[in-house]
């Protein structure tokens, strides 16, 4: 390398790393990766790509924006729980709380005495004031799991008697047949796909029953010559030495009451009423709050799975205590501003962006989501753009939000429903970049 060689003029790694912006950003994102962005803007002024003065911002260019691989979207598709989209949006007190359990917290200290205090208390308590006719509460780290606790801690090497008509696959290829045989329990399928009696359940009680399963099959619809049990029905039941059979009721979605806009959709108070021993649920669907199984009913059934060696391994962090205990108490949730949103504001939404940009509006008809209500629409509006825009709505930059939309019969539809309205003006800076840009 001559004394003139240019490339003597690249800076030090040691400088660089010096420089106030690359400071922040190692603080932002780690000095390793930093270190990363800046031997890689080096290597690209050796190879003479790049001029020497232009290294420290090469570098800054190619760290990532964010101090994860998750990129927030805005969520244009009109589906409210979005399994894609890790389902439920937390409230901003669900995040406020996420924020304040991020430090050390008393999440198992009771701060008065100084000694160990039982795990998100306040977190039960706010889930069974939400539903006073349980007994007990318990919050695991997902909808199977608290099902996959119930059946374990009931029916391990036992019998689970289940309709035919409730043999479930849900996302992702997870049969329930499947995952009941993890536990070690045994499943005795009684009736047929669309008709099962009481009759039939009742033949397959024995002294072997752990426990009957009921399962809202949440994401499909069987119509026509059909027939099933309801829980009253089920609480009946008896072994042989006339003891009770515990009826575990798994309803999927987590509505914790009833909604008059869903009155198809089982809630764990009406569920309970009914007659259910046990009800378990996710807290990341209709609750709208963060990722979680639910676990409500009976005070000595729901003690006995809190008891069981499993309840550890699928016990929540503090984070999801947390939110959980701000989505029970705090204020209506993304969630439920989405579905129950007044289509005369969506129109009048969707209006004014599509005025902006010189589209058309057009109604369209969201859905409830995450294996929710599959027959119940929402009708509402969305601004319509070039099938081509779509791909381009989904790539973010700079300042420019990731947006998903949908095509349907070769229309691109950017639904407002799931925006939360005071990110419109980021929806319309989307929109005008992915219409201006030339086609693919």
Not at 176 to 198: C, F, K, Q, W, Y
Not at 278 to 303: H, I, N, Y
Not at 406 to 432: E, F, H
Request: neutral net charge; hydrophobic residues 45%.
């Amino acid at each position: 390398m001559s004394q003139s060689d240019p490339r003597r003029a690249i800076p030090r790694t040691d400088a660089l790393l010096a420089s106030p912006a690359l400071v922040e950003a190692a603080a932002r994102l780690g000095r390793d990766t930093v270190r990363a962005a800046v031997t890689g803007a080096q290597e690209r002024a050796r190879r003479g790509e790049i001029p020497p003065a232009e290294v420290e911002a090469a570098a800054l260019a190619a760290l990532p924006t964010r101090a994860s691989s998750l990129t927030p979207v805005l969520n244009a598709t009109g589906v409210v729980v979005h399994t894609n989209l890790g389902r439920a949006p937390l409230s901003a007190a669900a995040l406020e709380a996420v924020l304040d359990a991020a430090g050390h917290v008393d999440v198992e200290l009771d701060l008065t005495s100084g000694a160990r205090g039982r795990r998100g208390a306040g977190m039960l308590a706010a889930l069974r004031a939400a539903v006073p006719d349980a007994g007990g509460a318990l919050v695991v780290n997902n909808g199977a799991a608290a099902l996959v606790l119930a059946t374990t801690a009931l029916a391990a090497g036992r019998e689970v008697v289940v309709s035919r008509g409730e043999m479930v696959e849900i996302g992702d290829g997870f049969r329930l047949p499947d995952l009941i045989a993890s536990t070690g329990a045994r499943l005795r399928e009684v009736g047929t796909t669309n008709r099962t009696h009481l009759r039939d359940y009742a033949d397959a009680i024995g002294p072997d029953t752990g426990c009957v399963l009921k399962v809202h099959p949440s994401n499909f619809r069987v119509e026509g010559f059909v027939s099933g049990v309801g829980l009253a029905e089920l609480a009946t039941l008896r072994r042989p030495d006339g003891s009770p059979v515990p009826v575990v009721a798994d309803i999927g979605s987590g509505l914790l009451r009833p909604d008059p806009l869903l009155p198809d959709e089982p809630d764990a108070t009406t569920t309970l009423r009914a007659g259910a021993t046990v009800v378990t649920a996710s807290g990341d669907k209709l609750l709208g709050g963060p990722q979680a199984g639910l676990v409500l009913g009976d005070a000595d059934v729901v003690e006995r799975l809190r008891r069981h060696p499993l309840a550890r391994a699928l016990r929540v962090d503090k984070l999801t205590v947390a939110a959980l205990e701000a989505t029970l108490r705090g204020p209506s949730t993304p969630v439920h501003d989405a579905l129950h949103a007044p289509v005369d504001e969506l129109r009048r939404r969707a209006r004014r962006l599509a005025d902006e940009l010189g589209r058309e509006v057009v109604p369209v008809e969201g859905r409830v989501g995450g294996g929710g209500a599959p027959g119940v629409p929402l009708p509402g509006w969305a601004v319509e753009v070039p099938v081509e825009a779509v791909s381009r709505l989904r790539q973010p930059t700079g300042d420019v939000p990731a947006v998903l939309a949908r095509v349907d019969d070769g229309l691109g539809l950017v639904d407002v429903r799931c925006i939360p309205p005071d990110r419109d003006a980021d929806l319309l800076r989307a929109l005008r970049e992915a219409l201006a840009a030339p086609p693919a």
